[in-house]
Nanobody, 124 residues
Framework: QGQLVESGGGLVQAGGSLRLSCAASGRTFSTYTMGWFRQAPGKERDFVATISRSGGSTYYADAVKGRFTISRDNAKNPVYLQMNSLQPEDTAVYYC?????????????????WGQGTQVPVSS
């Protein structure tokens, strides 16, 4: 039984940066596609970014393209999310998720594991 734990969230001013990390326990996620999703209050969980098992392929939501970078280090944590130029509309709980099936995943329903989330409030 694997677990994912997000960290690195916190209050940030508009224009600021944060780096989210996702730690794994109970199993190795080096052979899993990883993704980041976010959920704002009263809204559905939305896709943010995904990265392939090798790290060679990535894909981003249009809303974060050019500002966020997803990466992985299979020897340490399975996935990171560098967030730059944060805006109030980025305010949400951010979740890391792991997908066993081959290929990138763009919906939270395509993933098999997810953490409890980390809050990222962005003030204007």
């Amino acid at each position: 039984q694997g677990q994912l734990v997000e960290s690195g969230g916190g209050l940030v001013q508009a224009g600021g940066s944060l780096r989210l990390s996702c730690a794994a326990s109970g199993r190795t996620f080096s052979t899993y596609t990883m993704g980041w999703f976010r959920q704002a209050p009263g809204k559905e969980r939305d896709f943010v970014a995904t990265i392939s098992r090798s790290g060679g392929s990535t894909y981003y939501a249009d809303a974060v393209k050019g500002r966020f970078t997803i990466s992985r280090d299979n020897a340490k944590n399975p996935v990171y999310l560098q967030m730059n130029s944060l805006q109030p509309e980025d305010t949400a709980v951010y979740y890391c998720e792991a997908r066993a099936a081959y290929g990138l995943g763009y919906s939270p329903y395509e993933y098999d594991y997810w953490g409890q989330g980390t809050q990222v409030p962005v003030s204007s």
